[in-house]
């Protein structure tokens, strides 16, 4: 079946724009997170959703960045205001419940120029 | 919080050799133990995880790690490589008693195979 899909695949941007990140997890997984990769942190935790429950957003860097999914499927993830310390590459997860196994997406490289 | 090391940034090694990329995280009552691969320009695979029970887990593409409780560590293994296997590895933990079971990973291992 379909694994989980990100778009667009590269995004360039200038700094001070907005920009969005668009994840279509593996259909009927309840669970999704967003990861970022960067030179400088390695692999973080962003944004977790599990179903209607309130998200986990301990991993959000700064109000700049949110995150929504709708209809417990599709998510999206927005920087406002990107500064160039934002480029790295967006990965979205999915799981059929929290706990199991994790199905990564080929991310998204987005570069803030 | 949960962190997890890995101590080499790039192992380099002979096509058909053995290999070990080492992984230590740290302590805690109860652990799930992952080891992921990224080729390039793409995702992360899982190769395996540990959830409990034997300490010894089979991947796929014949690698396997070894879970150590005593020495915190979970060590992956391939007795013979191949030059597909060439690839970035991330070692990643995640407690179970966090509701979210959020990936924690470590900072990733180069392994490059020479022929």
């Known amino acids: 079946g379909a694994g989980v899909s990100q778009s667009p695949s590269n995004k360039v941007t200038e700094k001070g724009k907005d920009v969005e990140l668009r994840c279509d997890p593996i259909?009927?997984?309840?669970?999704l997170y967003w990861y970022r990769q960067s030179l400088g942190q390695g692999l973080e935790f962003l944004i977790y959703f599990q179903g209607n429950s309130a998200p986990d957003k301990s991993g959000l860097p700064s109000d700049r960045f949110s995150a929504e999914r709708t209809g417990g499927s599709v998510s999206t993830l927005t920087i406002q205001r990107t500064q160039q310390e934002d480029s790295a590459v967006y990965l979205c997860?999915?799981?059929?419940?929290?706990?199991?196994?994790?199905?990564f997406g080929p991310g998204t490289r987005l570069t803030v120029l | 919080a949960q962190s997890v090391t890995q101590l080499d940034s790039q192992v380099p090694v002979f096509e058909e050799a053995p290999v070990e990329l080492r992984c230590n995280y740290s302590s805690s009552v109860s652990v799930y133990l992952f080891w992921y691969v990224q080729y390039p320009n793409q995702g992360l695979q899982l190769l395996l995880k540990y959830l409990s029970g034997s300490t010894l887990v089979k991947g796929i593409n014949g690698f396997e790690a070894e879970f150590n409780k005593s020495q915190t560590s979970f060590h992956l293994r391939k007795p013979s490589v191949h030059i597909s296997d060439t690839a970035e590895y991330f070692c990643?933990?995640?407690?179970?008693?966090?509701?979210?079971?959020?990936?924690?990973f470590g900072s990733g291992t180069r392994l490059l195979v020479r022929p």
């Open positions: 259909s009927g997984h309840t669970a």
């Open positions: 990643a933990v995640s407690d179970p008693m966090d509701s979210s079971y959020k990936l924690i």
């Open positions: 997860a999915s799981s059929s419940l929290a706990g199991s196994t994790q199905y």
